[in-house]
């Protein structure tokens, strides 16, 4: 066989199976978690507005309920005996009075911290919210607060599973299409979709990444997403928000692109125009303000 006729027929078999592999992928399904907002983009208040009040604390997302933000947006990770709480990094160092990791800390330890320690919005010329009884709250404490608020929750790389535990809480608050859960690592977001498939889901780095390849090569419509949202930074090596990959190619699949996290007035009115699905910001004040909410 002559190399033209050969490549001819490797070419065919390339195209039939680039057909297949289109005709077998699919967009994400709708879910329910997207009924709850009426007005676009969505309003993340981040760890409940962190450049405002204590982060990832119930008097940061009261302060952000009476706003009236569309989403409080948290971190978890678990303690020594069980219990999940919210709190961003694996130790208590950065933003309590105390030291130690999370997970090596009794939920009774955890209590004992002062959650505004060390919170300032002059770089340390005063600490306003020391001594004020602000605590690490769990996550049971939040959904008891915010019986009908959507959440979204970011589980931490732990060295314990907090997937089961996460999605019983979920299931026992009946908040299961109130609650977008995301991970940056795949095992755990595989985990967690295994252990609970009927709660929405953000993408993981690799999905993230898979996606990106596929639309610089013309193929994205071969990317079947097991996710509901994009969540990523504003830029990251390889990625740019504003670039028609997201913008134009996440709605192709039925995934929504919310963007973290812009603080100033100039970078979140940026992500408006741009016209980002969501905004998940430390300053949900001036989102709302340039949204006229």
Known sequence: MKKKNIF??????????????????????????????????????????????????????????????????MDAHITKDGVLVIIHDKDVDRTTNG??????????????????????????????????????PTLEEIYKRFPDYPVNIEIKNTESSIAQPICEIIRENKMQNKTLVVSFFDERMAEFRQICPEVATAAARNEITKFVILNYIFM??????????????????????????????????????????????????????IGVDGIMSDRPDILMELLGR
């Open 99 to 136: 030291i130690g990791l999370v997970e090596k800390m009794t939920l009774a330890e955890i209590k004992e911290l002062d959650a505004g320690y060390w919170w300032t919005d002059n770089e340390g010329e005063t600490y306003p919210y020391r001594g004020q009884g602000i605590r690490i």
């Open 8 to 73: 001819g027929v490797l070419l065919l078999l390339f195209l039939a199976l680039l057909i297949g592999m289109r005709l077998g992928s699919r967009s994400a399904p709708d879910h329910p978690f997207f009924e709850n907002f009426n007005e676009y983009p969505i309003v993340f208040a981040h760890q409940g507005g962190n450049l405002l009040s204590p982060g990832n604390t119930l008097f940061a997302f009261e302060r952000a309920a009476e706003m009236g933000v569309d989403i409080l947006e």
């Open 220 to 273: 994205g419509g071969l990317y079947s997403p097991a996710e509901v949202a994009f969540q990523v930074p504003e830029s990251s090596p390889g990625i740019v928000v504003g670039c028609p990959v997201f913008i134009s190619g996440a709605p192709t699949r039925n995934v929504q692109v919310h963007v973290w996290t812009p603080n100033t007035r100039e970078e979140i009115q940026k992500f408006i125009d």
